[in-house]
């Protein structure tokens, strides 16, 4: 039996398979091919080798039922999230959750919609629904 890997960022490829996975919550090699195909043609054994690696790196379980594994996410997306970013803030930002908000803000593609949003949330956070 394979050992896990200690868990780890996803790769590009594996976040896409995992984001899979996370909408659809569970499936077969198959269900999740069928769904990533609707992207990009890949193949059959491709998907089955880097869905086992998710798993040995600990992202994925899996079950047999009848002849197939069946694979769920050991991850929350809302955990890989939070991870995710304390990475980057910590990489990329020194640490420094307001610089990464900072250049979030400064990002010219953001709209005021998505400004009004952030404020909202803010607000909420900080308490100050009245302002």
Known sequence: MARKQERSLL???ELEF???VWEIGSG????????????????????????KIM??????????????LVYRS????????RTTLKDL???????APAALVARLVDDEEVTDDMLESMRALLNERLGDNGR
Not at 74 to 81: F, I, L, R, S, T
């Open 28 to 51: 077969t090699v198959r269900d999740i091919l069928a769904e990533l195909n609707k992207a990009q043609t890949r193949a059959y054994t491709s998907v089955a080798t880097v869905l």
């Open 74 to 81: 050991a991850v929350p997306k809302e955990d890989y999230q």
């Open 55 to 68: 798993e040995q790196k600990g992202f994925l379980t899996s079950e047999r039922h009848d002849r197939s």
């Open 18 to 20: 995992m984001t899979v």
């Open 11 to 13: 790769t590009e490829v």
């Open 89 to 95: 803030s910590s990489k990329l930002f020194d640490g």
